[in-house]
């Protein structure tokens, strides 16, 4: 909301679109929105908070026709399969932080039931999130696009894979996941081992093939002994890598079951 006083709350020397001078706070422990299919919903401008321990989306779930932006996700430890749901639905500048996901799939929850509706998480800050896989971001929406761009996803924490994003297929594979424009730094995967394509792997991206990487930040992700940056399944699908930023090349897997490792 536009007309809305906003400053600069965190005093980085930005004033960010979901920082209002007044804030609308909403908290319970339940989950606070459960989308609908197919019908038009904007919720813009709020603080959410909720002790739910709710699976898919213990805060809000988006699906197609439902947006939030310009909001903050915040103190939401409790969830199960994600704090925010996304299937078909668009995440809008907003940020999302200091959540956890206490089952295995990541803070932002990307899904396909609702297959052939584009899912969109864009322009927003996603900090000191934990979850088991995907701290960040966990897709998994088959071969169904799932569009990420233009976020800053720093300070995440993954358990066992995928500090940052995880891009997963799940039984359709290959994946469909366009990552452009994002910035991924200081993300880590806390497992105490890695294996190559498992558990303790890519501490800034996790890919089961399928993602298409363009114009990215990766950086300062870490992990343990062996533990790669980008990491790749090897499940099927293109590996696409072109045009990014990384502070070491030896840090991705190239490797691709099938298609194309770019």
Known sequence: DDDRPKHDRDNNGIVEPWEFANETVITGNKRLFAG???????????????TAETYDG?????????VLRNSVVTGCNNARRGVILVDGGQLLSCYVHNNKSNSDRGCIFVHDNNKSHPSTISHCRIENNTAQYGGGIYSRAGNYRVN????????NEATMRGGGVYAGSGSSAPANVWLLNNTIMNNQVSHNSASEGGNGDGSGVFAEGGIYAYNNVIANNTGPAGCRQVANSNKGGNFWFEYNAIQNLDDIDWTAA????I
């Not at 919903?41 to 908070?49: A, E, P, Q, S």
């Not at 990420?148 to 300070?155: F, M």
Request: glycine share 12%; with cysteine.
């Open 148 to 155: 990420i761009i233009n976020n800053l996803i720093v300070g």
């Open 58 to 66: 213990a805060t809000i779930q988006l699906y197609p026709g439902n």
């Open 36 to 50: 609908a299919a197919n019908q038009s919903c904007v919720i813009d401008g709020v603080t959410l908070t909720t």
């Open 258 to 261: 099938s298609g194309s490792a």
